[in-house]
């Protein structure tokens, strides 16, 4: 017989019958935890996000008294505000947000018609803080009080805690949702697996009994099952990579896909997080292969 | 080659399947295993095989007494014996080729080096145009040869053999008996399970025989 007539080396496992649902399933779990990796990304990448856009600043508000000063005196209890700011330790400036700009803030909830105009509303400064300087914010209460009784200092205090508490909630939300998905991918990487051994149990009895050593069974059956584990879920997270890329394209084109919520595209970097994914569920099928079919020979004589 | 010593054996707490086997097969020696169906004949060939551990006696294979030797040396041990099995335990997936080869790629050996042996080997009990044809497209006989040719291909030291003619006709069966003979001119140990008395009659080797799991030995080698 020629060379090219001979015939071809076979694997010593046969491909799967039947087995397309369960890569079907491999697939679409990989998909999920690849989800789940890219969300806890966002949460993460927004939550910082937040914080860093409050912390490291200040509001001073100036209420105006019931009866209603003249503006000359609200504006000059403004200024006397800016400069007791700039002259405080730890505070880089201090602006006066405009009429035109006080007004922009509240129109989402008053409008903007001639009314809102009259309507008394406070004076706002807003300060900077030099990044890492620390400012003693009771004395300068106690100084803003004494120089103008009618102003509040407000630290975003409030709102930072509350904030990092709804940012801390959707972080450990998106880790919980995450371990749940990798515990249930991890299972049924592992019970396909199993089913798939008990499936070629024969062959496992046959090579043993040729006087194949464990390490050549257990090799043949941990190449079997990473691979076929690997390209499924490697077509699930490769489909959630597409979800990421398409939601950047459309922030590219400023088209919010979800109101409300932080932008979904990832970074170039964090994408590569969904590779872990396949590489994970293929890990997992190799060390499920390998202790199964090791476990099953220590059984047999 | 193979002793067995007040060799018992049982499944669970059944009865005994085998009562006091003592032999001794020599190296190169020829031997037919006979007796009834039930008698035990697949269960000594299976303490032979090392696939299953016996109930109680001694059982030493090639120099090594078992129950001294380590389980990590079994599988060199069992790789120096061609099995036969009664129903073939061929790889459905796998060709006629590649299944004969098995016992080669399991010692480690390359294609190339092997590829030839097969095909000749193949050819040689009248497979040689079903080389790509997988088991189950072949008849009986043809999966039973190719099994043979899997258990003689790598040359074994000891060849075990369950009923390996009973699926082939007269002819095929006689060639098969020259290939054994051949293995066994060229030094390997053979022990064939069978029901065959033509086959016994024909080669006049030692004949054992198993009666209620009892081992009787009927005749010794003609010289």
């Known amino acids: 017989m020629s060379q090219t007539n001979r015939p071809s080396r076979g694997r010593i496992l046969p491909r799967e019958q039947g087995a397309a649902p369960l890569d079907v399933v491999i697939a679409v779990m990989a998909f999920l935890a690849a989800l789940a990796i890219g969300a806890s990304l966002v949460a993460h990448r927004a939550a910082q996000g937040w914080q860093e856009g409050l912390s490291g600043s200040l509001t001073v508000q100036i209420l105006p008294p019931e009866k209603g000063p003249p503006q000359p005196a609200l504006d000059n209890q403004t200024n006397l505000v800016v400069q007791i700011l700039?002259?405080?330790?730890?505070?880089?400036?201090?602006?006066?947000?405009?009429k035109e700009d006080a007004m922009k803030l509240v129109k989402p909830w008053l409008g903007s018609d001639a009314l809102v105009a009259d309507l008394p509303l406070p004076r706002l400064v807003d300060?900077?803080?030099?990044?890492?300087?620390?400012?003693?914010?009771?004395?300068?209460?106690?100084?803003?009080?004494?120089?103008?009784?009618?102003?509040?200092?407000?630290d975003h205090s409030h709102w930072l805690s509350r904030l990092k508490l709804l940012a801390d909630t959707v972080m450990w939300a998106s880790y919980i949702i995450l371990a749940l998905i990798a515990i249930a991918t991890a299972s049924i990487v592992a019970f396909a697996t199993r089913a798939g051994l008990q499936a070629h149990h024969n062959i496992v009895a046959l090579l043993h009994q040729m006087g194949a050593h464990s390490s050549f069974i257990a090799r043949a059956f941990e190449r079997h099952y990473f691979v076929s584990t690997l390209a499924a879920s490697a077509i699930g997270a490769a489909l959630a990579g597409m979800v990421f890329l398409l939601a950047s394209w459309l922030e590219f084109a400023g088209i919010e896909p979800v109101p409300f919520l932080p932008p979904l595209a990832l970074h170039l970097v964090e994408l590569v997080w969904l590779v872990a994914v396949p590489l994970g569920a293929g890990l997992i099928a190799w060390a499920t292969a390998r202790l199964s079919v090791l476990a099953a020979l220590r059984k047999i004589y | 080659m193979v002793r067995f010593e007040n060799v018992g054996m049982r499944y669970g707490p059944g009865p005994e399947v085998l009562r006091d086997v003592t032999f001794q097969l020599e190296a190169g020696s020829f031997t037919f295993l006979t007796g009834p169906s039930g008698a035990g004949k697949t269960t000594l060939l299976k303490l032979m095989l090392l696939a299953e551990p016996p109930s109680r006696g001694l059982i030493s294979l090639f120099g090594h007494d078992l129950a001294v030797t380590k389980r990590s040396e079994f599988p060199a041990l069992r790789r120096r014996a061609g099995v036969v099995f009664q129903d073939f335990r061929l790889l459905d997936h796998l060709s006629a080729f590649d299944n004969v080869?098995?016992?080669?790629?399991?010692?480690?050996?390359?294609?190339?080096?092997?590829?030839?042996?097969?095909?000749?080997?193949?050819?040689?009990?009248?497979?040689?145009?079903?080389?790509?044809?997988?088991?189950?497209?072949?008849?009986?006989?043809?999966?039973?040869?190719?099994?043979?040719?899997?258990?003689?291909?790598?040359?074994?030291?000891?060849?075990?053999?369950?009923?390996?003619?009973?699926?082939?006709?007269?002819?095929?069966?006689?060639?098969?008996?020259?290939?054994?003979?051949?293995?066994?001119?060229?030094?390997?140990?053979?022990?064939?399970?069978?029901?065959?008395?033509?086959?016994?009659?024909?080669?006049?080797?030692?004949e054992m025989r198993l009666v209620d799991g009892r081992l009787v030995e009927l005749r010794t080698q003609r010289t």
């Open chain 1, 86 to 98: 700039r002259n405080t330790q730890g505070i880089a400036s201090a602006t006066p947000v405009s």
């Open chain 2, 101 to 206: 080869a098995l016992p080669l790629r399991l010692s480690g050996k390359h294609e190339a080096d092997y590829a030839s042996d097969v095909e000749e080997l193949l050819s040689w009990v009248g497979l040689g145009d079903r080389m790509r044809a997988r088991p189950p497209t072949l008849s009986g006989g043809e999966q039973q040869r190719v099994a043979i040719a899997r258990a003689v291909v790598a040359q074994p030291d000891l060849l075990l053999a369950d009923e390996p003619t009973g699926n082939v006709d007269p002819d095929i069966g006689q060639r098969l008996l020259r290939l054994f003979a051949e293995l066994n001119r060229v030094g390997t140990t053979v022990l064939i399970a069978t029901h065959d008395r033509a086959l016994i009659e024909r080669t006049g080797a030692r």
């Open chain 1, 127 to 154: 300060a900077q803080i030099i990044p890492g300087a620390r400012v003693d914010l009771p004395a300068l209460t106690a100084q803003l009080k004494k120089a103008v009784p009618d102003s509040i200092l407000d």
